[in-house]
T-cell receptor, first 115, second 112 residues
Framework: DTGVSQNPRHKITKRGQNVTFRCDPISEHNRLYWYRQTLGQGPEFLTY????????KSRLLSDRFSAERPKGSFSTLEIQRTEQGDSAMYLC?????????????FGPGTRLTVT | KQEVTQIPAALSVPEGENLVLNCSFT??????LQWFRQDPGKGLTSLLL?????REQTSGRLNASLDKSSGRSTLYIAASQPGDSATYLC???????????FGTGTRLQVFP
C-alpha cells in the first residue's frame, strides 16, 4: 500500500493524559499536513511541513500540541494534557512539491476520544 | 479571510438522478480547488483538482467546474448510484499558503 498511513486508527484516553499520533506520507512526497475534523464539520488546518521544516502553524495549535518531522519522512503529533474538546478525527495528508498541482492525499485518520 | 460554503448541507435522491453540489468562496485569489469524498468515519478521497487557470475537470461520471469571478465551483454527478452516498467536501488553496480551507460538506444519500 503506497498511500498515506496513520496510527493508531482509534485512541481513547482519559482527560489529562498525553497522546501521540503517527503519520507516514506517500514515500516521494516532501510536504506533510495535519488537519483536525470535528463531527459535522470540514477539516481545519493545524500545521504543515516541507521536509523537516515546519512552515506554517494554525492558531488552533495551542501550546499543548506539538508536531515533528525529524527526518523529513514520518511525522508525529503529540497532544499533552488532553481535554474533552480535543476529541476529533486527526487527519494527515501529503503532497509533492515541484509540480504545479500540490494535490493533497489524505490518510484514514486517527479518531481521538477523550473521556 | 477566505470562507467556503457548501449548499445544500444534505441531499437525498433516487438512484439514476443527475445532481449538482455547490461550493462558494469569498476570495477569488485561489491557487486550486479540490473536491473530496468522505465515507462515514473514514479519511478523504480526492476526486478532482481544478487549477485556477482551468474551468473544469472530468473523471468518469464526475465533472467539476470553477468560476473564480463568481466565487463558485460545482460538482456534477451523473446517473447517481447508491455507492455515491457519502459526504462531499470542497477545499481550496489560496496563493502564498499551502493549507486547504474546507467547506462543511454536503451529505449525499442515493437510495435504490
Amino acid at each position: 500500500d503506497t498511500g498515506v498511513s496513520q496510527n493508531p486508527r482509534h485512541k481513547i484516553t482519559k482527560r489529562g493524559q498525553n497522546v501521540t499520533f503517527r503519520c507516514d506520507p506517500i514515500s516521494e512526497h516532501n510536504r506533510l499536513y495535519w488537519y483536525r475534523q470535528t463531527l459535522g464539520q470540514g477539516p481545519e488546518f493545524l500545521t504543515y511541513f516541507q521536509n523537516e521544516a515546519q512552515l506554517e502553524k494554525s492558531r488552533l495549535l495551542s501550546d499543548r500540541f506539538s508536531a515533528e518531522r525529524p527526518k523529513g519522512s514520518f511525522s508525529t503529533l503529540e497532544i499533552q494534557r488532553t481535554e474533552q474538546g480535543d476529541s476529533a478525527m486527526y487527519l494527515c495528508a501529503s503532497s509533492a512539491s515541484g509540480t504545479d498541482l500540490y494535490e493533497q492525499y489524505f490518510g484514514p485518520g486517527t479518531r481521538l476520544t477523550v473521556t | 479571510k477566505q470562507e467556503v460554503t457548501q449548499i445544500p448541507a444534505a441531499l437525498s435522491v433516487p438512484e439514476g438522478e443527475n445532481l449538482v453540489l455547490n461550493c462558494s468562496f469569498t476570495d477569488s485569489a485561489i491557487y486550486n480547488l479540490q473536491w473530496f469524498r468522505q465515507d462515514p468515519g473514514k479519511g478523504l478521497t480526492s476526486l478532482l483538482l481544478i487549477q485556477s487557470s482551468q474551468r473544469e475537470q472530468t473523471s468518469g461520471r464526475l465533472n467539476a467546474s470553477l468560476d473564480k469571478s463568481s466565487g463558485r465551483s460545482t460538482l456534477y454527478i451523473a446517473a447517481s448510484q447508491p455507492g455515491d452516498s457519502a459526504t462531499y467536501l470542497c477545499a481550496l488553496r489560496n496563493y502564498n499558503t499551502d493549507k486547504l480551507i474546507f467547506g462543511t460538506g454536503t451529505r449525499l444519500q442515493v437510495f435504490p
